[in-house]
T-cell receptor, first 113, second 116 residues
Framework: QKEVEQDPGPLSVPEGAIVSLNCTYS??????FMWYRQYSRKGPELLMY????GNKEDGRFTAQVDKSSKYISLFIRDSQPSDSATYLC?????????????FGQGTRLTINP | EAGVTQFPSHSVIEKGQTVTLRCDPI?????LYWYRRVMGKEIKFLLH????????ESGMPNNRFLAERTGGTYSTLKVQPAELEDSGVYFC??????????????FGPGTRLTVT
């Protein structure tokens, strides 16, 4: 079983729609949760960062973490064609020596004008 | 401020040959990471340097892979001899001392390696 599960999609929605992206995980030691956005032929770009449980909002983006359910979400409001990309969830353990990020497979998102 | 840079952007080699990938982290970032994504799979951790020391190399697949970071600046990842299953995109990431402990990593554009 993978430590992080993410539906690879593809997901296609009309412009202006609310997008919901999700990941589940199995490792209780994960304490830091990130969403990266990756455009084609580019490297992952850090989009949202959350520590432990709770919500974080940044413009049109909201990240949610529910540690009790081992479930994280990214919501995109008023989606734009420029949001079309692959979205990757990533997590890191609280253990000091374990700095590696564990990624989901990524969800390919297309916003149609 | 320049981001993480990687060279080459794309490399095509034959099975059995040697390839060396290079990563230049963001200036001042002591922490440097290598990751790899093979076709259809998730990005996976390979190893982590703190300055010139290997902090964690638990993700290195086998002894055909050799990573170095002389002087604590740029890093190289050598694959010798390359096998077909080594094909994929190799990403480098870096992090400053203050953010490494909380998982904040900046990624480069990746090197696409194709082994034929």
């Amino acid at each position: 079983q993978k430590e992080v599960e993410q539906d690879p999609g593809p997901l296609s929605v009309p412009e202006g729609a609310i997008v919901s992206l999700n990941c589940t995980y199995s490792n209780s030691a994960f304490q830091y949760f990130m969403w990266y956005r990756q455009y084609s032929r580019k490297g992952p770009e850090l989009l949202m960062y959350t520590y432990s449980s709770g919500n974080k909002e940044d413009g049109r983006f909201t990240a949610q973490v529910d540690k009790s359910s081992k479930y994280i979400s990214l919501f995109i409001r008023d989606s734009q064609p420029s949001d079309s990309a692959t979205y990757l969830c990533a997590m890191r353990s609280f253990l000091q020596g374990a700095q590696k990020l564990v990624f989901g497979q990524g969800t390919r998102l297309t916003i149609n004008p | 401020e320049a981001g993480v840079t990687q060279f080459p952007s794309h490399s095509v080699i034959e099975k059995g040959q040697t390839v060396t990938l290079r990563c230049d982290p963001i200036s001042g970032h002591d922490n440097l990471y290598w990751y790899r994504r093979v076709m259809g799979k998730e990005i996976k951790f390979l190893l982590h340097f703190v300055k010139e020391s290997k902090q964690d190399e638990s993700g290195m697949p086998n002894n055909r892979f050799l990573a170095e970071r002389t002087g604590g600046t740029y890093s190289t990842l050598k694959v010798q001899p390359a096998e077909l299953e080594d094909s994929g995109v190799y990403f480098c990431a870096s992090s400053p001392p203050g953010l490494a402990g909380v998982g904040w990593q900046y990624f480069g554009p990746g090197t696409r390696l194709t082994v034929t």
